[in-house]
């Protein structure tokens, strides 16, 4: 058997899963708001209300990391477990003193993780993904490199407010003795598989090319990324190495405390995002998926290392190998819903059978309701924006194919750098039960689409790699754990030719909005 673990922003998660009979044997959670109050983190990080600086407590990571354990030994034998690998919120970084290995090496069963941990931090508290407060830190670090296309161009993201290295940079800046008296920065990931092998672990590709600091093309620390960032960055960084390399077998500590065997391996951890996309069954070309929530997230496994131009699209490196992409799209389920309750709508008429009163294309009408900040392009006008024609007063069909379609144009048009030409689209999240939704994808992406329910993906995803460590192939698992509904198969209605002539409309209007409303 083998545990994957997701130690994602608002819980730690666990699945059990026996390749050998396709059983999820257990799962469990812990959610950090819910079952450790005392934290004062009810949605996972520290209210804080400056500028966006958003962070959490890494010991209330630990607390939950043993709840989870103790909750799992009550489903299941944890001494049949054989290897474990797991996945953490991207981008946050724990700072910790040169007591840390010492601490690891000498962990006590009968005291907790945290007790014995909260002596080895530099910085009490750990920036996390959705920390927004380096805007400065950004831009010093494009400078230094000689522009935001150097920056993406060696690491495949532009330099990102919620990346670690403005983080790093941010700290020791404000705090130059806390970061003097930093041995080891951490990732979330790192530092999990850290304290489970009592030693501590290097970080993954995928998870290091969130940080602004690997090079993507040797998969490596660039040095004029780290001199940019901080100084003597180099020496505190852990090393970087392909996902799920064997760190150790378990610390004693989880042999004396929850029965593990002395001889499971403990392997390196890797980030949300990479762990997804294996949990997904998408950790190889030919598969495109693209998550419907609040946000809509495109993720892809890329044969090669490409940047996006624009500095939209994020490259990580894929845990199985060679390279992935993750574009989000900030108005996704939350902007249809915004569309359907403003013009007294209602899902029926999102449906397929509804929106067919219009023809494929809507007869060139699209529309893009971006009610928030956009990220892809970055744009703020808080409003449904059209190709030039009276939305207000169109009938329901027209309004909503031209938002599906103009939703789905936009994600095609502003991921083509990725040159994927995918034969399926995995859609996942709870608008990919719509029919109409799913229908319109279908014919902008000129692919059949499916509909992927998986739960706990991240978890799944670290099972997974635990699994293939111990020589289990990988389109089995998928095939074991990841079933598509058969019963969602939608294929196009139409060829390509109607959508291709929305391009020039389309980026006039982007590039209109870019002048207009630049964020």
């Not at 799944?460 to 289990?472: E, H, K, S």
Request: hydrophobic share 40%; net charge negative.
């Amino acid at each position: 058997m083998f545990l994957g673990l997701d130690a994602s922003t608002q819980s730690v998660s666990g699945m059990i899963i026996d390749p050998a009979t396709g059983i999820v044997v257990a799962e469990s959670s812990v959610n950090f708001g819910k079952a450790l109050p005392t934290y004062n983190a009810p949605s996972g990080f520290i209210p804080i209300n400056t500028d966006g600086v958003v962070h959490a407590n890494p010991l209330m990571w630990l607390d939950a990391l043993e709840l989870l354990l103790s909750q799992l030994q009550q489903q299941s034998d944890l001494s049949q477990i054989t290897a474990i690998s797991g996945a953490g919120q991207q981008h946050a970084t724990v700072y910790l003193n040169d007591s840390f290995e010492h601490a690891l090496a000498n962990l006590d069963s009968n005291k907790s993780l945290s007790e014995q941990i909260v002596g080895t931090l530099s910085r009490r508290t750990s920036p996390i993904w959705m920390d927004s407060s380096t805007a400065v830190e950004c831009a010093e670090i494009a400078v230094s490199l000689g522009g935001e296309d150097k920056v993406c161009a060696l690491s495949g993201s532009n330099a990102t407010q919620r990346f670690s290295g403005p983080q790093i940079r941010k700290f020791s800046k404000n705090d130059p003795a806390g970061y003097a008296s930093t041995a080891t920065v951490h990732l979330n990931s790192s530092f999990f598989a850290s304290v489970l092998a009592g030693k501590s672990s290097s970080i993954d590709f995928g998870d290091g090319a969130g940080m602004n600091l690997m090079e993507l093309a040797t998969e490596s620390w660039n040095q004029a990324l780290l001199d940019a960032t901080a100084p003597d960055l180099a020496q505190k960084l852990p090393k970087l190495e392909p996902s799920a390399t064997f760190v150790s077998t378990i610390s004693s500590y989880f042999v004396e405390k929850y029965g593990f065997s002395a001889s499971c391996r403990s392997l390196s951890w890797t980030g949300d995002n990479p762990a997804s996309l294996v949990g997904m069954g998408a950790a190889q070309p030919g598969k495109l998926i693209i998550s419907l929530g609040t946000s809509d997230t495109l993720f892809a496994a890329m044969p090669e290392a490409l940047t996006d131009p624009n500095g939209f699209g994020h490259v990580f490196g894929n845990p199985l190998g060679g390279f992935m992409t993750l574009t989000c799209f900030a108005n996704g389920s939350l902007a249809r819903e915004t569309v359907k309750n403003n013009y007294e709508l209602s899902w029926d008429d999102f449906e397929r059978e509804a929106i067919a009163a219009q023809p494929v294309g809507n007869n060139g009408k699209f529309a893009l309701p971006f009610f928030t900040p956009e990220i892809t392009p970055r744009v703020s006008p808080n409003k449904v924006v059209t190709n030039f024609w009276e939305f207000e007063v169109a009938d329901s069909s027209t309004k909503v194919r031209a938002v599906l379609e103009g939703q789905f144009l936009n994600i095609r048009y502003n991921t083509e750098w990725l040159e994927l030409s995918p034969d399926t689209v995995l859609l996942t999240g709870g608008a990919s039960k719509n029919t109409g939704i799913a229908q319109c994808a279908s014919n902008v992406f000129q692919a059949q689409t499916m509909r992927l329910d998986v739960s706990s993906s991240v978890a799944l995803g670290g099972a997974f790699l635990a699994a293939i460590d111990q020589g289990f192939d990988y389109p089995t698992l998928v095939e074991k754990f990841c079933p598509a509904d058969p019963q969602s198969c939608i294929n196009p209605e139409a060829n390509s030719d109607i959508y291709t002539a929305a391009k020039p409309e389309l980026s006039s209007v982007i590039t209109q909005l870019i002048s207009e409303y630049s964020s």
